[in-house]
């Protein structure tokens, strides 16, 4: 299979792995929570590298819906690659501007984009899915490198958004009306598609001017040019006119059937009983919805006009321009969530901008009775001003607002986190920036078994951090230099580790004890730090 090669490929094909896990630390005055939980509504305020690595603990293979709208690289958009790649010639990327002149600007765009995906595959439910909207600057690559990450056979759709209201004369060649959303199944075998609602006008086609006691109905031809050796006879109407399909056609039912269908009142012969006889098909007996189609137009989803008023509208900017030219309406984003989320479901958006995601999820909660989550991450300066301010304000209501729900508030709570210290193996070794017990505590059990940390399962007194489906997790560790150097698994602390026949994985800075005990006591010894990533590797917890 023909794959994308690029500057740099190398380095970042396994960088997500080395990425360290990065705490996350809550600023309670940013969220809207009386306690800031991970659990909770989540903005993330960092790069995504290292926030997407820093939420797997709690978010690994929770997400139902992912939604990213990266830099479309056009070259005016002023992004950086900073990415702390181990090459010399990507460490001579940093820090610079990816304009129109720079030749590797889409080898930098791919070397970004590469392990964010491979992180966010991590983060998807079996029966999730990810959109992702890009425009003609990076969507071939773009295309590659999901083929690569999610599997070809994954491949769900391209959908095309007409983003904009009336064409651009000014164009050189072309008016470009519309962006690309990729969509792909983390599994195709275990994605479906909810089935979106009848729009108004689909409705207005059913009618019902027989007086039919099943209500209002549409027609459907009776005839098709498929090959059916039953469907050449002829019929005749009420009114006694003959009819056959033409040349080429055939009716597709049987006789018989047909026969029944007219007894049943369901063909329709034409307003006098004289024309040819179609199938009537009533509004109550179609299916409740319609397969999501990939035209998304600005009549239906909004264009990017609407998406600057909708935020102007809220965040009281005195010119339009003075926003993002990227922000999303969020009923396109609204259109994704109908069709990719349950009313529990977590959805999760890694190049956050203004912040559209989480309006439309708090929208569409209020509308719909809902309780799904949105994480969110942003890694510029404005995610407090613009992003959470948005989100606050969506909240709580705004006064001005002619839509009522957002008048009176969206309702919800959130909390926000910012990244915080990352997790090394040399902080540990070296006593620097050593990481509260919990904080650690987390990181292990998510490495070391690939499942979710449990706060409420942390049992300090006796080491214990969690219990997996295969081990019960424990940890002797106290952030601390000088009591770390005298902390080890001696036999005096073995013998307080609970005595039931599982497993048991021992994290600590040493150990007393001989392998004959260990074995017997069914406890597998890892040493910190140098073993926190071996865990990593025999679980397969992280692999990409
Ligand atoms: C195209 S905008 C998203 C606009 C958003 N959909 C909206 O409706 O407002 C892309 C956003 O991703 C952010 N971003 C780019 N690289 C990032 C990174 N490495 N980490 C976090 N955010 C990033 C940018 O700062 C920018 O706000």
Redesign the pocket.
Known sequence: MPSLQFKGKVFVENHHLVVPFHELQPVRSRGLSKKASLHDNLIVEG???AALKALLPTCHGKVKCIYI???YNTGNES?VYNDNVNSPMMRDWLGKVVDREDLTRHDKWCCMMLPRLKLLRELLRDDGAIFVSIDDNEVHRLRFLMDEVFGEDNFLATAIWQKNFSPKNTAKYFSEDHDFILVYARSIDEWTPNLLGRSEQAIQRYKNPDDDPRGVWSSSDLTARNYYSLGTYEVTSPSGKTFKPSVGNYFRVSPDKFAELDKDGRIWWGPRGGSMPRLKRYLSEVKKGVVPQTLWLHSEVGHTQDAKKELVSVLDFERSEDV?N???PTNLIRRILEIATDKDSIILD???????TAHSVLALNKEDGGNRRFVL????DYVDFITAERVRRVIKGIPSAKDAALKEGLGGTFSYFRLGKPMRQESLLDGSNLPDYEKLASYLFFTATGEEFAPEQLRRDRWLIGTSRLYDVFLIYEADTEKLKDMALTLEVARKLPRTNRDKLVFAPTKYLEPEFLHRYRITFQQLPFQIYEAVGQSGADSG
């Not at 890694?350 to 559209?356: E, K, L, P, R, Y």
Request: aromatic letters at 14%.
């Open positions: 790069d995504n590298l709208d990266p830099p992004w993002f990227t922000v999303k890694s190049f956050a901008g203004s912040g559209t991450i942003e890694c510029e």
